[in-house]
């Protein structure tokens, strides 16, 4: 929804997404996140690291140079509160993994879409049977997607001028229209 209404506005979007925005990273995704095999927790961490690596260097970083808008399905955040927290990895090392397959590069804006526990569970539930597979994450304990949740709280709360929660409960025009409202803002900044 935000892609058509920036491209309706005639700007430039590259729209992307990870684990698996670019022809290697769907590999690892489907790799990852398919396998009925145990995932060690470091390789969870690094594959997730070797996947944004490639999407920095070959689809995010050239997008940028040619003055386009990149609007990507997750990023290092998602690391620091999947594989940090969820996980349990200590914060320097994440941190540092991050940075080396970023190079330090940040958005200029992280929204959050927010919702509890209990409705992230209760919505993938509802899409079971749908054209969607879950994966490996999906399955995951209803302690580790607090732990998660906690952490991008965490990251909202140290870096308000990057990062907006919407509250992401309600019906999806209404979550759109929080969209609309931040993107908005940051456009005409």
Do not use: C, W
């Not at 920036?6 to 698996?20: M, Q, S």
């Not at 952490?151 to 001028?161: D, H, S, V």
């Amino acid at each position: 929804m935000l892609t058509g209404h920036l491209r309706a506005k005639g700007i430039d979007i590259v729209a992307t997404h990870e684990p698996g925005g670019t022809p290697l990273g769907s590999r690892l995704r489907a790799a990852f996140l398919e396998t009925e095999e145990v995932v060690a927790p470091i390789s969870e961490l690094l594959l997730f690291a070797a996947d944004r690596a490639q999407h920095v260097e070959l689809l995010i970083k050239p997008a940028l140079e040619q003055g386009r808008v990149v609007i990507s399905d997750r990023y290092a955040d998602a690391t620091f509160a999947y594989q940090g927290a969820g996980r349990g990895f200590d914060e320097a090392i994440v941190n540092e993994v991050i940075q080396l397959a970023t190079g330090g590069l940040k958005p200029h804006l992280t929204l959050f879409f927010d919702i509890t526990v209990d409705t992230a569970i209760r919505r993938m539930n509802e899409h079971k049977g749908e054209e969607r597979v879950q994966n490996r994450m999906d399955r995951e304990t209803t302690e580790f997607y607090a732990r998660v949740r906690t952490a991008y709280l965490g990251i909202a709360e140290r870096e308000p001028a990057r990062f907006n929660v919407i509250d992401a409960n309600g019906q999806i025009d209404d979550v759109h229209g929080q969209v609309l409202d931040i993107i908005e803002r940051f456009l005409e900044s």
